[in-house]
Every structure is written in structure tokens, then in C-alpha cells.
């Protein structure tokens, strides 16, 4: 059974820091990738980050420089720290572990969180 569960949301003034963090149950985090996306209202749900199994990493160009993802197998966690935030990095946050078989034909399986606000002032 896979679950993942996200801590570290919360109300922040513009320029303020959080830390994200999502940990994942089972036996699938340490050799997949895990990303976080995020929503706000009325808008498409976007990638904000990703991260492989060997700990390559990508970002929305809109969070460069600002945030970081990482992640630690010994906890089968990955985490998202964001600085400097602004009022348009508000949004509901989700964490995902996307598994791809090595079997062809069979479909990618993508694990989610529930999702976390984030909400950050003027």
C-alpha cells in the first residue's frame, strides 16, 4: 500500500521561507522519481519540480533560484524548500512518486499526496 503524506504548509508573508515535506510508505520511493506540483483556482495543475532516483533535478523556470528539492531514501521522503515566496506561489501543493515499468505496455502508475496549502501575503 502506497501513501504519501505531506507536512510543512502554512500562511507566509511575501519573502518568507517553507520547508515542504512529503514522506511516502511502501517499498517504491528509493528507486523512482518524486516531484511536486501545485494549483491554484482556476488554473491547470503545474510541475514545479522533479527529481530522479540518482537525484537529478528540474524546475518550473518560474521557481529558479528560489526553490529546491531533495530528497533522503534513508526516509523515504522528498522535501521542497521554498524561498522568497510570493503571492503567486499560492496554491495547493502535491507530492508525487511516478513509477515506470520496465515491462512494455504497461501503464506509468503515478502515486499522489492529498495536497497542502500554501499561501503566501502581500
Known amino acids: 500500500q502506497v501513501q504519501l503524506v505531506e507536512s510543512g504548509g502554512g500562511l507566509v508573508q511575501a519573502g518568507g521561507s517553507l520547508r515542504l515535506s512529503c514522506a511516502c510508505s511502501?517499498?517504491?520511493?528509493?528507486?523512482?522519481?518524486a516531484g511536486w506540483y501545485r494549483q491554484a483556482p482556476g488554473k491547470q495543475r503545474e510541475l514545479v519540480a522533479g527529481?530522479?532516483?540518482?537525484?537529478?533535478?528540474n524546475y518550473a523556470d518560474s521557481v529558479k533560484g528560489r526553490f529546491t528539492i531533495s530528497r533522503d531514501n534513508a526516509k523515504n521522503t522528498v522535501y521542497l524548500q521554498m524561498n522568497s515566496l510570493k503571492p503567486a506561489d499560492s496554491a495547493v501543493y502535491y507530492c508525487?512518486?511516478?513509477?515506470?515499468?520496465?515491462?512494455?505496455?504497461?501503464?506509468?502508475?503515478?502515486?499522489w499526496s492529498p495536497g497542502t496549502q500554501v499561501t503566501v501575503s502581500s
Open positions: 508525487t512518486v511516478v513509477v515506470i515499468p520496465t515491462t512494455p505496455n504497461i501503464s506509468i502508475t503515478a502515486y
Open positions: 527529481i530522479t532516483s540518482i537525484g537529478s533535478t
Open positions: 511502501g517499498s517504491i520511493f528509493s528507486s523512482n522519481s
